[in-house]
């Protein structure tokens, strides 16, 4: 009998140092703790060098980046008059046995950068399109006439960043996964 009093009074000793512990850390909490939460940055720009006074068809993608991200390119290409293609396609920038860097998909319109970037890269430069033989990157289609040709022929190019994710399989698996917030003003 006087094992189970001592045991009781054990066990209810134990108890009620962690009462005594809990309830005098529940009382002398005496401000918030409010949690700290900061957001990443990822910056991509549009380079282009002008040589001579004259803007150069050399387009590069250029990161400024806190965090991992994966980057895609839209390069609008402009069409002729009655949708007659004007230019031929541009020559990737996928060196020869090296691993593929640029990928487009024709059903988007995009090229999408086949490998995260980094973070806390101060500058990452990515070439999209390469030379040709002629020393130049978009070259208009043989056998074109002015009727042929819009008013303007402008390339328009942009770049989009997403931020990567351990789980994205590629850069068109993340993209693809991304839902733009639709808006709700009327």
Request: aromatic share 8%.
């Given at each position: 009998?006087?094992?189970?009093?001592?045991?009781?009074?054990?066990?209810?000793?134990?108890?009620?140092?962690?009462?005594?512990?809990?309830?005098?850390?529940?009382?002398?909490?005496?401000?918030?703790?409010?949690?700290?939460?900061?957001?990443?940055?990822?910056?991509?720009?549009?380079?282009?060098?002008?040589?001579?006074?004259?803007?150069?068809?050399i387009k590069?993608?250029?990161?400024?980046?806190?965090?991992?991200?994966?980057?895609?390119?839209?390069?609008?290409?402009?069409?002729?008059?009655?949708?007659?293609?004007?230019?031929?396609?541009?020559?990737?920038?996928?060196?020869?046995?090296?691993?593929?860097?640029?990928?487009?998909?024709?059903?988007?319109?995009?090229?999408?950068?086949?490998?995260?970037?980094?973070?806390?890269?101060?500058?990452?430069?990515?070439?999209?399109?390469?030379?040709?033989?002629?020393?130049?990157?978009?070259?208009?289609?043989?056998?074109?006439?002015?009727?042929?040709?819009?008013?303007?022929?402008?390339?328009?190019?942009?770049?989009?960043?997403?931020?990567?994710?351990?789980?994205?399989?590629?850069?068109?698996?993340?993209?693809?996964n991304f839902?733009?917030?639709?808006?709700?003003?009327?």
């Amino acid at each position: 009998m006087k094992k189970q009093i001592k045991l009781t009074a054990a066990i209810l000793g134990v108890v009620m140092l962690a009462t005594v512990g809990a309830t005098a850390a529940y009382f002398t909490q005496d401000g918030t703790r409010p949690n700290q939460m900061t957001t990443s940055s990822l910056n991509v720009n549009i380079e282009e060098d002008i040589e001579d006074g004259y803007k150069n068809d050399i387009k590069a993608v250029v990161c400024k980046n806190h965090a991992a991200c994966w980057v895609r390119v839209y390069v609008g290409i402009p069409v002729g008059n009655e949708g007659k293609k004007i230019f031929k396609e541009p020559i990737l920038n996928n060196e020869e046995g090296e691993d593929v860097l640029w990928i487009k998909k024709d059903e988007d319109g995009y090229y999408y950068y086949n490998k995260p970037i980094p973070a806390g890269k101060e500058e990452v430069s990515l070439s999209l399109f390469k030379k040709n033989e002629n020393g130049h990157v978009i070259e208009p289609v043989e056998g074109l006439t002015i009727k042929d040709m819009p008013s303007n022929t402008d390339i328009i190019v942009y770049a989009e960043t997403i931020q990567y994710n351990d789980g994205d399989t590629s850069c068109v698996e993340a993209f693809k996964n991304f839902k733009p917030q639709q808006s709700t003003t009327n």
